[in-house]
Nanobody, 129 residues
Framework: QVRLAESGGGSAQAGGSLTLSCAAS??????MAWFRQRPGQDREAVST???????LVADSMEGRVTISKDQSKNTLDLQIQTLKPEDTAIYYC?????????????????????????WGQGTQVTASS
């Protein structure tokens, strides 16, 4: 049974950074990702990661986010730098077969909610000005 458990959320000042971690178990799907849901808004992708290494970062987060896998801990980590108040959201880890695109020599998992089947409970991030 797939299990995804997020941790690392909390409160931080704008301009600071946070690292979120997703402990994954029994994940055989090729795609994993971080999504977020801001108050009153739809869930949106932050960054995706394919098992072969291809990654994608949402345009709105480009330059501030790094997604990485820690193979020794079996976690998918998301580092967010230069936090902004608009980053306040619940951040979710997800896994699924995904829909793949081949870009720049790598398979990339398309960043749409509908392509991910398994979700964690989420972790709250609050960035204050």
């Amino acid at each position: 049974q797939v299990r995804l458990a997020e941790s690392g959320g909390g409160s931080a000042q704008a301009g600071g950074s946070l690292t979120l971690s997703c402990a994954a178990s029994h994940v055989e799907e090729g795609c994993m990702a971080w999504f977020r849901q801001r108050p009153g808004q739809d869930r949106e992708a932050v960054s995706t990661s394919h098992r072969n290494g291809g990654t994608l970062v949402a345009d709105s987060m480009e330059g501030r986010v790094t997604i990485s896998k820690d193979q020794s801990k079996n976690t998918l980590d998301l580092q967010i730098q230069t936090l902004k108040p608009e980053d306040t959201a619940i951040y979710y880890c997800a896994a699924g077969q995904g829909r793949l695109s081949y870009r720049g020599g790598a398979w990339i998992c398309d960043p749409e909610v509908r392509f991910f089947d398994y979700w964690g409970q989420g972790t709250q991030v609050t960035a204050s000005s």
